[in-house]
């Protein structure tokens, strides 16, 4: 039986709300220029971060009166996690590469700003909590639930995934991260076009964010594990 990918938003309604984004992350920027990042991370200034990607779909939708099931909180097959973490295991590869290629240059991974960040933390469970926790959601809900099924509506899924990733990865606003967030992005995108749910994204992007942070944050309690 062929799955019904049909949603009630155009990719004019995708654009206003990367329009809206943009916006969001320009004050956002602002607030981060007047308060240091390690600061900003342990403060309510961190659920406002996250909530910019929530905000342009609450009022795209109350706007057109879209019911949230569009989002595809649904039923999925538990063979989609299967999928999943295999698609996983392939972006980990390209982002290991990528990684290596930024060590040989003498550039810092991402990986290091977030072991810099938590070593300015007083208390990094909160960091912890929004990061693992309540991203995954509000990110899977834009990017996927709304951005790539616009897309996909319109120039095919194919299309579709290269577009929501690569707002997935600009909205980060880490040039150093670009790559490895749009190969992530790109996996995410393809397992919800394959699940036609957006509940195998939201696991699979929590695993990935909870075992990063939790990883980091053990190396900045416990360096000797570090190799040098």
Same mark, same amino acid.
């Given at each position: 039986?062929?799955?019904?990918?049909?949603?009630?938003?155009?990719?004019?309604?995708?654009?206003?709300?990367?329009?809206?984004l943009?916006?969001?992350?320009?004050?956002?920027?602002?607030?981060?220029?007047?308060?240091?990042?390690?600061?900003?991370?342990?403060?309510?200034?961190i659920?406002l971060?996250?909530?910019?990607?929530?905000?342009?779909?609450?009022? +795209?939708?109350?706007?057109?009166?879209?019911?949230?099931?569009?989002?595809?909180?649904?039923?999925?097959?538990?063979?989609?996690?299967?999928?999943?973490?295999?698609?996983?295991?392939g972006?980990?590869l390209l982002?290991?590469?990528?990684?290596?290629?930024?060590?040989?240059l003498?550039?810092?991974?991402?990986?290091?700003?977030?072991?810099?960040?938590?070593?300015?933390?007083?208390?990094?469970?909160?960091? +912890?909590?929004?990061?693992?926790?309540?991203?995954?959601?509000?990110?899977?809900?834009?990017?996927?639930?709304?951005?790539?099924?616009?897309?996909r509506?319109?120039?095919?899924?194919?299309?579709?995934?290269?577009?929501?990733?690569f707002?997935?990865?600009?909205?980060?606003?880490?040039?150093?991260?670009?790559?490895?967030?749009?190969?992530?992005?790109?996996?995410?995108?393809?397992?919800?076009?394959?699940?036609n749910? +957006?509940?195998?994204?939201? +696991?699979?992007?929590?695993?990935?964010?909870?075992?990063?942070?939790?990883?980091?944050?053990?190396?900045?309690?416990?360096?000797?594990?570090?190799?040098?």
């Amino acid at each position: 039986m062929e799955q019904d990918f049909s949603v009630p938003w155009t990719v004019l309604d995708n654009w206003i709300g990367v329009a809206l984004l943009i916006l969001i992350d320009v004050v956002l920027l602002v607030i981060v220029s007047l308060k240091p990042a390690h600061q900003l991370a342990q403060s309510a200034g961190i659920v406002l971060a996250e909530l910019a990607y929530l905000l342009p779909v609450v009022a +795209i939708f109350a706007w057109k009166r879209i019911s949230w099931k569009y989002v595809r909180f649904s039923k999925f097959n538990s063979l989609a996690l299967g999928l999943g973490c295999g698609l996983l295991v392939g972006a980990y590869l390209l982002v290991l590469l990528h990684n290596v290629i930024l060590v040989a240059l003498g550039v810092d991974t991402q990986g290091q700003e977030i072991l810099d960040l938590f070593n300015q933390l007083d208390s990094p469970g909160w960091f +912890i909590f929004m990061g693992a926790i309540f991203a995954p959601l509000v990110e899977e809900i834009f990017f996927r639930g709304f951005l790539f099924q616009g897309f996909r509506q319109k120039y095919g899924w194919k299309i579709g995934i290269v577009l929501s990733s690569f707002v997935f990865a600009a909205a980060h606003l880490d040039p150093v991260a670009f790559i490895p967030t749009f190969v992530l992005g790109a996996a995410l995108a393809y397992l919800y076009h394959r699940s036609n749910s +957006i509940w195998p994204g939201v +696991i699979l992007h929590f695993s990935v964010n909870a075992v990063g942070l939790l990883g980091a944050y053990l190396a900045t309690q416990f360096p000797s594990l570090i190799p040098l």
